[in-house]
């Protein structure tokens, strides 16, 4: 059986991030698993990715960070969506309708 491709659509890793982070402020981990587990296993998130684009979208100004403990009384970073961050998470959203609608329509072509 062939291996499936779990890694995230190329450009839509800030998007996945920030819807995730809509549901509530979660440290890294947290949103890498709960992308896995909301896409039912479809896609994973590379850590390194994951650091990036969080730093890139903390620099943007589209989410805050605060040290916490979490759950098992161990010290992480939290990250949330700032109010900035839920206007670019409908932007983004309302971009991939807009192009999964065009390869929608695209891939239903008939000749």
């Not at 949103?31 to 896409?39: K, L, P, T, W």
């Not at 990036?52 to 903390?58: F, S, Y």
């Not at 960070?65 to 992480?76: D, G, V």
């Amino acid at each position: 059986m062939a291996e499936q491709n779990t890694d995230v659509i190329q450009g839509t890793l800030d998007m996945l991030i920030l819807k995730t982070l809509s549901l509530q402020p979660m440290h890294g981990f947290g949103i890498a698993r709960r992308v896995e587990q909301i896409s039912r296993g479809v896609f994973k998130v590379n850590p390194g990715s994951l650091l990036v684009a969080l730093q890139r979208l903390e620099r943007a100004g589209w989410l805050d960070s605060a040290w916490r403990q979490t759950e098992n009384a161990r010290r992480a970073k939290f990250y949330e969506l700032t109010r900035s961050g839920k206007k670019q998470l409908d932007v983004e959203t309302a971009e991939w309708a807009r192009r999964a609608s065009a390869v929608a329509r695209l891939l239903k072509a008939e000749a």
